[in-house]
Structures are given as C-alpha cells and as structure tokens.
C-alpha cells in the first residue's frame, strides 16, 4: 500500500464522515481525527516492532518518551 493509497483512504472516510453528518457542521475535526487515527497507528506500529518501543519511536520519527506516554494515553500499556 503506497502512501496515495492511504491518503485515499482518509479521503473517502473523511468524505463519509461529512455525507453522515447530513449539513450539521462539525466542531473539533482536527482532534477527532488524530486521536482516531493515533491509537491504530500506535498499535500497528508497535506489533509490526514486536513490542520494541526504540524501533518504534524510531519508524515514527518520535522520540522514546514521546512515544511511551502516548501508548499509556491510548492504554496500550500499563
């Protein structure tokens, strides 16, 4: 899957997204969307690292910390 492939995919959902609402204007989008599109991230990444938060962080291109607190955010861990 390429980049373009992804961002297609967002598109279409956001597109949904807006079709759902049905002419209510949406508040907040900015958040939803990170924190919606954080935690699968986090997660795959962290399998696909087979738990190594170094490598990670490292794919990410996010500091360590960064990364730990964000995967307690989510409770990803502990």
Wanted: hydrophobic residues 40%.
């Amino acid at each position: 899957m390429s980049k373009k492939h992804i961002e297609e995919c967002i598109r279409d959902s956001l597109e949904s997204y807006f079709k759902d609402l049905r002419g209510v204007e949406p508040t907040a989008m900015y958040e939803m969307i990170l924190s919606v599109v954080e935690r699968p991230l986090l997660d795959v990444v962290m399998k696909h690292a087979e738990g190594n938060q170094s490598r990670a962080a490292e794919w990410l291109g996010i500091n360590r910390n960064t990364l730990r607190r964000k995967l307690v955010e989510h409770r990803l861990i502990k």
